[in-house]
């Protein structure tokens, strides 16, 4: 377990240190300034040593099952390196299930079958978060992306940090099983406003690096283009509705 301190102000930095005096074989803790939480990751990864990674964000929590779950699939397939699987919403202490399925329940893809995903990439959120993804250690470890011109980005920031995984991973797979609370407080990044995070917020870094990867996915051309461009207007539309 690697407990990332990302410059808090209170006194979580002092509790991630009292649990790796507890478990000193089993949870590392790093301390670092505030980056926001893809540099956070990063520095996560880089201290990981187990064959594949899973994230936490720091108001949500996971199922007490999410580990033994994962571990069963991936004990019958060594050549998934990609386990996707649902979350819910927790409202006050209350879980409110998703009204949708994203995907058919075990669902794969490999080489040319991953258009699907790539397209929901694209056009949706149905699976940006990164925190609904076990991913290979060895692929995360290997991303070369420049991930410093992003540094404070706070918005779709998951986005980015699942592009690479799901592009070189072998085989995907997956699972809807609720394992993931999202827990939604008003005081979270996504849904609070503060005048000086607007440049935080802005997500055309994103947009910019999806049009990198059309190419690499073969869905270089101008209906894809459309499309793209027509989602990051809707998107830009909402923010300015929301915030302004």
Known sequence: LILVDDGSKDKSGLICDEFAEKYPDSIKVVHKENQGPLVARCDGIKHATGDFCIFIDSDDFIEPNLLETLESYLKKDDTIDMILYSFYYNCDGKREERKRQIL?????????????????????????????????????????????????????????????????????LFIDSPLYAYRITDESISRSFRPETISKKNTLHVYEKLLEYLPVWNLDNSETRQRLEARWFHETMYFMAKYY
């Open 104 to 172: 058919p329940n075990e669902s794969s893809w490999e080489g040319s079958g991953k258009k699907e995903l790539y397209e929901k990439l694209l056009y949706t959120s149905d699976i940006t978060s990164i925190w609904t993804k076990a991913i290979r250690t060895s692929i995360l470890k290997s991303d070369e992306t420049d991930y410093t011109q992003y540094y404070g980005k706070n918005m779709a920031e998951d986005l980015l940090q699942s592009l690479y995984p799901i592009t070189v991973a072998r085989k995907i």
